[in-house]
């Protein structure tokens, strides 16, 4: 003999008709999205760019903003290179590598310990100053010429 099938308590009818109402919400979404496509790109769009105006007022409010001013910051390097790639000197022969306090400091102590270079390097260079142009001539050689490396140079 067969036994009668069960009957569904509260809670599973509950769960049903909540199954069912999240099947229809979802073909109702479905519905309004599809169409409503260009609203919807047009506001991810509006909400992107209202996002990146209220970035750069908050970021213009702080010294941050002037940070590719600082002379020994890679930022400042960063600049230079771009300006020198927006004059045309995306293909050019030029060599440019950061010439910063420290990298100066580093070249005067091998030149301390080297005098000989230095000689060398400033007749080379024409330069009476260090900054200018034995230390830059010294940075040159030692990252090899004309070489791409990745800026900032850490030691990873």
Not at 24 to 52: N, P
Not at 64 to 88: C, P, V, Y
Not at 128 to 135: H, K, V
Request: net charge positive; aromatic share 14%; hydrophobic share 40%.
């Amino acid at each position: 003999m067969k036994k009668p099938p069960r009957k569904a308590t509260v809670h599973e009818k509950q769960v049903g008709r909540n199954r069912i109402q999240v099947i229809l919400f979802k073909d109702r979404a479905a519905k309004w999205c599809s169409s409503h496509r260009w609203f919807i790109i047009l506001m991810i769009i509006a909400c992107s760019a209202l996002f990146r105006v209220v970035y750069f007022i908050q970021l213009n409010s702080t010294d941050l903003i002037n940070n590719h001013l600082w002379q020994e910051g890679d930022m400042s390097f960063t600049d230079q290179w771009a300006r020198h790639i927006s004059k045309g000197g995306l293909l050019s022969d030029t060599v440019m590598h950061p010439l910063h306090l420290w990298t100066k400091e580093v070249a005067a102590h091998y030149f301390s310990d080297h005098p000989g270079e230095f000689l060398r390097y400033k007749k080379e260079a024409g330069a009476d100053s260090l900054t200018t142009g034995p230390a830059k001539l010294l940075w040159d050689k030692w990252y090899g010429g004309k070489q791409f490396h990745q800026e900032p140079l850490y030691a990873y």
